[in-house]
């Protein structure tokens, strides 16, 4: 066998081995989650800053939006991790993601 093969044999097992241990990191903390189905207000962030949005839950996940303080956002459901924050996945308009719990309150007003 050459070269080539060999190393696209190992590279692609490497590749199986990565993404099967993400999938399993992740599918417990999916099974630990719970369903809120209600409105939430950003809170805990700097008039001047912005909560930043997250394909997944996960503080080094891709970022694809931005709320700002006091913004009303649908909760649609959290997770808990062991020794980690709980992250929620919320939406508004065309954004939609994951945020850290810390920085969600549930409102008493209804999304406009």
């Given amino acids: 066998m050459n070269t080539a093969i060999k190393n696209l ?15 399993f990191s992740i599918s417990p903390a999916m099974a630990a989650g719970y369903d809120v189905g209600k409105a939430g207000q950003v809170v805990n962030v700097q008039s001047w800053d912005q909560l930043n949005v997250r394909k997944w839950p996960a503080h080094y996940s891709q970022k694809i939006g931005a709320f700002a303080p006091g913004t009303y956002v649908y909760i649609e459901r959290c997770i ?24 969600l309150k549930l409102a008493q007003q209804p999304i406009m």
């Fill in 9 to 23: 044999i190992a590279a692609t097992n490497a590749g199986l081995l990565i993404a099967g241990a993400a999938a």
């Fill in 80 to 103: 808990v991790k062991e020794n980690a924050a709980d992250w929620c996945k919320v939406g508004r308009d065309s954004t939609y993601g994951w945020v850290n719990s810390r920085y």
